[in-house]
């Protein structure tokens, strides 16, 4: 079994930023991308940003040059700052990871269960 644990979000006014930070664990072989998509009411989810095991980064351009994301291939986790924050980034954010599992040959997507972040005065 293999869970993804997130923590960060909150209310935060136009302009500041916050930290998001999710957590992979179980009987883990081996992750390739892992990062964040967000879902605003009404839309469908989106990708915000991923990084693979290798390095290789892939931002909405929505966010590019406001938020970064980085990774700890050892810990299994990875971390998402947004800067600039604007109030159209309100929405769920969603930790998404790639896991081949203990035991198995192939990758399968998991999610973490959501964190709201509200950018509003």
């Known amino acids: 079994q293999v869970q993804l644990v997130e923590s960060g979000g909150g209310l935060v006014q136009p302009g500041g930023s916050l930290r998001l930070s999710c957590a992979a664990s179980?009987?883990?072989?081996?992750?390739?991308?892992m990062g964040w998509y967000r879902q605003a009411p009404g839309r469908q989810r989106e990708l915000v940003a991923t990084?693979?095991?290798?390095?290789?980064?892939n931002y909405a351009d929505s966010v590019k040059g406001r938020f970064a994301l980085s990774r700890d291939n050892a810990k299994n986790t990875v971390l998402l700052q947004m800067n600039n924050l604007k109030p159209e980034d309100t929405a769920v954010y969603y930790c998404?990871?790639?896991?081949?599992?203990?035991?198995?040959?192939?990758?399968?997507?998991?999610w973490g269960q959501g964190t709201q972040v509200t950018v509003s005065s």
């Open positions: 998404n990871a790639d896991v081949r599992a203990s035991g198995y040959s192939r990758y399968y997507d998991y």
């Open positions: 179980g009987s883990i072989f081996s992750i390739n991308a």
């Open positions: 990084l693979t095991s290798g390095g290789s980064t």
